[in-house]
């Protein structure tokens, strides 16, 4: 061997050693924050809520009904629907979905780091996924694949048909995400999502880190490109989404009242063009009473709007049901924070209810939006 090949060989190895000594010295980040899980002796009990009768006393007509049990407008039955407590033991519930081909219900744990899953026909609870990157926000895309917002990933992603996990969007300008939040799929399969800093904002949710985004956007998937880009840049914190029926009202909530109590708490609409992205038109849709916030939002077939609201006045802890034009018409109150919510069900009248450490559930007159 000469001396220059000797030299480039030694040059070569003490590199590699080298390389080999920082990466074995590397911090690397954990997959999220994971808690310990609740084990309290004494677990909240499961089914009605205690002194339930009917008509359901959580179950609140703001109209006067015109006939005996319940409302023309809040599309509840109250002679035999009640609120049900259907699982417990986890210390923030979020994002459910539900999945009808399997008759089962999907929903986020973000501390505790894992999507857990609640079967119909027999109520057994199990885990889903863990660790699930503090998983907050899911859904179903229009072949039944689970898209999912990670704020420790700090990304969308999509969990295939045969369980292999694809990176939908982690980034935008070569820049981080946030903490993705909450998403929708639009009948075209472009992937509507927003992206507060609420996931990187403590370790509770995910993992704390300064923000690479200059502000907290609504962002837009392409169905066939994969190019994310921006839809609505002036929110303080968006938070819950949901298209109406027809998929011409994208609605969208601003929690940004958890930051700062001069800041909006209300639910925003836009008329949108799903095919260019386009928002036109927002204005509010619904102020929430502050001190409260609202989370996540739904649609029935009807065109009805359903929302979560918590974190204020105990009374307040409920899932509110508001008329096309924002008349709000009912309450269903339940006795924890209320994060968020999702129709399902075999009849997909079923309205799934995230507390703070129980899902609830109620049955209703009116089947959900399932798609998106």
């Not at 609420?198 to 392409?222: L, T």
């Amino acid at each position: 061997m000469n001396r220059r090949a000797f030299l480039t060989t030694a040059a070569a190895a003490a590199a590699t050693a080298t390389t080999m000594k920082t990466a074995a010295g590397a911090t690397v980040t954990p997959f999220g924050h994971t808690g310990a899980p609740i084990t309290n002796a004494d677990p909240l009990p499961l089914g009605p809520l205690p002194g339930t009768r009917h008509p359901d006393t959580h179950i609140e007509f703001l109209k006067k009904p015109k006939i005996l049990f319940g409302s023309t407008d809040l599309p509840i039955f109250s002679g035999t629907s009640a609120v049900e407590r259907i699982a417990t033991g986890f210390r923030w519930a979020e994002g459910p979905v539900y999945f009808p081909a399997g008759r089962y219900l999907l929903f986020s744990d973000i501390p505790n780091n894992r999507i857990m899953r609640l079967s119909e026909d027999d109520n057994h609870l199990s885990v889903f996924r863990q660790p699930s990157m503090n998983a907050n926000g899911n859904t179903i895309d229009r072949e039944g694949r689970l898209i999912t917002c990670e704020h420790s990933g700090r990304r969308i992603t999509r969990t295939e048909l045969d369980g292999s996990i694809t990176i939908i969007a982690d980034k935008y300008n070569g820049k981080k995400l946030n903490s993705p939040n909450e998403v929708v799929v639009s009948s075209d399969g472009s992937i509507w999502f927003t992206d507060p800093a609420y996931g990187i904002s403590d370790y509770s949710g995910g993992n704390k880190a300064e923000p690479e985004q200059e502000k907290r956007n609504v962002y837009r998937v392409d169905p066939k490109s994969g190019e994310v880009r921006i839809v609505a840049d002036d929110f303080v914190e968006p938070n819950g989404i949901a298209f109406s029926p027809d998929e011409k009202k994208l609605y969208i909530i601003d929690s940004g009242f958890s930051d700062n109590p001069d800041n909006p708490c209300q639910i925003r609409v836009f008329d949108v063009d799903v095919g260019t992205g386009k928002l036109l038109n927002g204005k509010v849709f619904a102020e929430m009473p502050k001190p409260n916030v609202s989370d996540g939002v739904r649609c029935d077939t009807a065109g009805r709007v359903w929302c979560s609201v918590g974190w204020g006045d105990p009374s307040e802890d409920a899932v509110r049901c508001y008329m096309p034009d924002g008349d709000l018409i009912g309450k269903v109150h339940i006795p924890e924070t209320v994060a968020n919510l999702c129709f399902g069900g075999q009849q997909r009248n079923r309205l799934y209810i995230c507390g703070t450490t129980s899902i609830y559930a109620l049955d209703t007159n009116v089947q959900g939006a399932m798609k998106p």
